[in-house]
């Protein structure tokens, strides 16, 4: 007669390897039932224990042994894609739409809440460009005998100082959005990598198994579409930048920068061949949405919807008062005069009829016509500097200052001004400025914008450099207003080494007469 030991031996010499039972048990386990009847008991066979939270509830759906066997990593990733892709199973659960139409709609939904992120985003960048002006230079001007560290100190503390915002909002919105996407497309590649249910017919038209990558007569067509809305998104975010004609190094770096964008077109295209169609669908609908969120915010009628407001909000006439001239008599020769209509003249036409105007004593009749040409071109730089001199000549220094720092933000804006043109407006700019707000008696705020000169390297061109010396001038005498006669000396002689008649200032900045630059105003002349 066998005994017991004997019966189970011969049992399991001829049942399946212990190791060839295993998924069938781990399924079992799962189920909470025996599926093999020649299995051991329950209390004696092996059982893994299993945290079912760490796998999806379909992550076992196809049938062992048939199919090849695949089996689901899902377990293997990352806790955040684990959650993005219940959270996508959960979407497509309740509304029963295909699997497109649930990518589709969940990068929108994406889109959506990250927009106000950008709203708030644009704002602070807009309030860093009033403000800038206002700042000191973050690195030390030459000759100030300042050390780097100092510097940056100041710059910080005037920037709290003043509400600034910090300088990490022009990261805010890409460092959210980037990571965003990235998870997006790591947790549909997953999905369609494991075959998830509905996947292999979720799709529509030419990609209707979104497991597949791109191939036969409509494959070109998604990696096409990522490659042409990534161009467009380029051009249209590169469209008012100043790159075309740029001399600086940042805006130089500026031009490679879309250059390499541009070039990146290419690659994007084989790319698409290389990516599930399933993935594809989120790419080509965040890169369509970001088409559209771009076009939208440059349309002034959805910026003032959204409380954006415009780029350079102009003064108009009509608003301040002054007569307004609908009608010019233009002489052609002595015997021929014709009228014209100054609202078909154009900011450049406006701002030299302006100037003649000026120059004849005539300034209630340019005002208006500055105002009408800032109206026309908001970032016309010149109209903003000759409206800055003409406001300062008739002693409205608070709107004269605004709308010197209007010219000197968008200088910085456009990029690090280098070029001859640019570089002689930033120079002005930062002079009247300057004046003008130690007219006010802000002697502090008058340093900052002179010492903005102070930190540009000296012009080649003879007229800009004369402009660039006299503010090192203007900046000595402020300076020693304030006791620092050090520095004020320093500047002085570098003054004198260029114009030997800054000597006499020199002389008397030594020799501690207060007679000094006594009025910083008074010897100063307009250039229109």
């Not at 209390?43 to 224990?49: E, I």
């Not at 739409?97 to 950008?118: H, K, N």
């Not at 780029?311 to 009228?339: V, W």
């Amino acid at each position: 007669m066998m005994t017991t030991t004997s019966i189970l031996l011969s049992h399991l010499r001829r049942s399946r390897p212990y190791y060839s039972l295993l998924p069938t048990l781990f399924t079992a386990h799962l189920s909470n039932t025996n599926p093999n009847p020649l299995s051991p008991p329950p209390h004696t066979r092996f059982t893994p224990r299993v945290n079912p939270l760490l796998f999806h509830s379909r992550a076992f759906s196809t049938p062992l042994g048939g199919g090849g066997g695949d089996v689901p990593l899902q377990e293997d990733s990352i806790l955040p894609v684990r959650h993005l892709i219940s959270l996508l199973d959960v979407s497509h659960d309740l509304t029963g739409l295909p699997w497109w139409i649930v990518i589709a709609s969940s990068t929108l939904a994406l889109r959506v809440v990250l927009f106000p992120i950008l709203i708030l985003q644009l704002n602070k960048l807009r309030r860093i460009g009033e403000l800038f002006p206002k700042l000191p230079p973050p690195l030390p001007p030459p000759l100030s005998g300042k050390s780097y560290i100092d510097q940056i100190l100041l710059f910080r503390k005037e920037r709290r100082a003043i509400g600034c915002p910090s300088f990490l909002w022009f990261l805010a919105y890409f460092s959210i959005q980037v990571p965003c996407f990235f998870l997006w497309m790591t947790s549909i590649r997953r999905m369609s990598l494991d075959h998830h249910p509905g996947f292999d017919c979720g799709g529509a038209l030419w990609f209707q198994n979104l497991t597949d990558f791109s191939h036969g007569v409509s494959g070109p067509i998604f990696p096409l579409l990522i490659a042409g809305l990534h161009y467009i998104n380029v051009q249209i975010s590169f469209g008012t930048s100043s790159v075309r004609n740029v001399t600086g190094p940042l805006d130089l770096l500026a031009k490679f920068y879309k250059f390499y964008l541009d070039f990146l077109t290419l690659p994007l295209f084989f790319i698409g061949y290389c990516i599930p169609q399933g993935s594809l669908v989120y790419w080509v609908t965040n890169s369509s949405l970001n088409v559209i969120q771009q076009l939208c915010l440059k349309h002034p009628v959805v910026r003032v919807k959204l409380g954006l407001p415009d780029k350079a909000a102009p003064t108009i006439a009509a608003n301040s008062g002054e007569d307004f001239p609908a009608q010019l008599t233009i002489s052609d020769s002595p015997t021929k005069k014709r009228e014209i209509s100054v609202q078909n003249l154009s900011p450049k036409e406006l701002l030299a009829l302006s100037v003649k105007l000026l120059s004849n004593g005539k300034k209630e009749r340019a005002v208006p016509l500055l105002r009408l040409a800032l109206e026309k071109d908001p970032d016309y730089l010149r109209a903003l500097l000759v409206m800055g001199q003409t406001l300062l000549q008739n002693g409205q220094l608070a709107e004269a200052t605004e709308y010197f720092e209007r010219a000197i933000s968008k200088l910085f804006l456009a990029g690090n001004p280098t070029d001859v043109e640019n570089t002689d407006l930033i120079i002005l700019s930062s002079q009247w400025a300057g004046v003008a707000c130690i007219r006010q008696g802000k002697w502090a705020e008058g340093i900052i914008h002179l010492e903005r000169v102070a930190s540009l390297k000296e012009p080649d061109d003879q007229k800009s450099k004369a402009h660039y010396f006299d503010g090192l001038v203007l900046l000595a005498s402020a300076l020693y207003n304030e006791g620092r006669k050090t520095e004020a000396a320093n500047y002085l002689r570098y003054a004198a080494a260029y114009n030997p008649a800054y000597k006499e200032y020199l002389e008397q900045c030594e020799n501690d007469e207060d007679v000094f630059v006594s009025d910083l105003v008074s010897s100063r002349r307009g250039d229109y």
